[in-house]
């Protein structure tokens, strides 16, 4: 209400001065006609400067934050990757039986395209990951994300992270995740039930963490190409990651 108010007296102030100089005008001139062909003038023009404000500068304003806190949200994406992303890719690559390793349309290069970014992300659009316990380690993925659950509680604190609706989806499965690892005392004794739901839930985070990875590859390569440079370098689905520049 306080701010209304002071709205509708700045809306009073205003139209006074516009009449007090309209007034002034007519005193000193005597041309009634003048003033109503240049006021005329001015409200016909009104419109196209409400299009020009409201629908071309604000949108180019718009934009512009939306890049701003694009660049911000890619900073975090950047921290989740180094601190844990990285290594959960890990795990979940060897749950898979090591299937993806050495795919050549996740091998990011130097060289690589915007088709090449294309092509993998239509390739990690049709993936059906075989996921099964047998092949990693439960209790070793149950210790990782049981030690970066303060640095992902942290991340979920940051309110930039709101407007990127799938990697909050990506931060949520990984919880979910967590908790099912927490929640049972021996992993060694599940049930084949159990099992499958495991292996549901490690499946659902590969993917999310697989499609996240990549935009983050794409917006490093587009924006960041010293940084993308080590990241394919040590990128685990290459045959031999390392970060010695060969």
């Excluded at 994406?77 to 993806?100: D, M, P, R």
């Excluded at 210790?143 to 990127?164: A, I, V």
Aim: hydrophobic share 45%; proline share 2%.
């Amino acid at each position: 209400m306080e701010k209304m108010r002071w709205q509708i007296i700045l809306g009073l102030i205003l139209v006074s001065l516009s009449a007090l100089f309209y007034s002034i005008h007519y005193l000193v001139f005597k041309d009634a006609h003048h003033i109503f062909l240049y006021l005329l003038g001015d409200i016909a023009f009104v419109p196209i400067e409400v299009l020009l404000v409201t629908l071309i500068i604000d949108r180019v304003l718009q934009q512009r934050e939306k890049d701003i806190l694009m660049q911000k949200m890619n900073m975090v994406i950047g921290t989740f990757f180094s601190e844990a992303g990285n290594g959960l890719l890990k795990h979940c690559l060897a749950f898979s039986g090591n299937a993806l390793k050495g795919e050549k349309s996740l091998a990011i290069s130097s060289g690589w395209s915007e088709d090449d970014f294309n092509k993998a992300s239509r390739f990690i659009s049709g993936l059906k990951p075989q996921i099964s316990i047998h092949n990693g380690s439960l209790d070793g993925l149950k210790d990782f994300l049981l030690k970066k659950r303060p640095f992902m509680l942290r991340m979920l604190e940051n309110q930039n992270l709101l407007e990127h609706d799938s990697f909050t989806d990506l931060l949520w499965a990984v919880f979910h995740l967590m908790e099912e690892l927490e929640a049972r005392h021996d992993l060694s004794r599940l049930s084949d039930k159990d099992s499958q739901h495991l292996e549901l839930d490690i499946n659902r985070a590969y993917g999310n963490l697989l499609n996240e990875w990549l935009l983050y590859m794409k917006h490093l390569w587009k924006s960041y190409p010293y940084l993308f440079s080590l990241a394919a370098r040590t990128n685990i689905f290459s045959n031999n990651p390392s970060p010695e520049v060969r």
